[in-house]
């Protein structure tokens, strides 16, 4: 019976301390340094309306915008609640078709040449708000032809919204779609 006690006390004791303390002085640190972060990286416009988060992607279908890399969140795209990827591997026939159909929608709006994977195929959260700058720029003709815009004010604009490599050598130079389409936006 004395073991027994002494357990419930330190289950007690440690739920207190690893769920309760830990984590509230932690988020308190995360709050007080990195607000903008802590908050979840929140974008807002020029009123303070939340228009989405700098760390979860859209949905754009819209040709006046420029599309980030397909979702494969279940029954909505870049549904937080069911991130993940589809599970299909590349010689699924469903998975095939889908490429398949996602690549002809591009060639359809006028994009020529190879088209980057990231622009038929979902990440595997299904949740990435990021394209390559290469993916921006084979989308500058649709945008600026159906905006009538200048493509050189676009390519400005994307060149603009490219975040360099993390610490100047972790990862591929990236582009925020959300940031890329407010941007152009304002043009």
Known sequence: MKDI???ILLFIIFTVICGGIYPAIVTGIAYALFPYQAMGSLITDKNGKELGSALIGQSFSDPKYFWPRPSATGDFGYNAMASGGSNAGPTNPDYLKTVGDRVTILRDTGVTGQIPAEL???SAS???PHISPESAMLQVPRVSRVRGIAEGKIITAVQQATEASQMGFLGAPRVNVLVLNLEVDKL
């Open 5 to 7: 006690k002494s357990a």
């Open 126 to 128: 299904g949740l990435d």
């Open 120 to 122: 038929v195929q979902a």
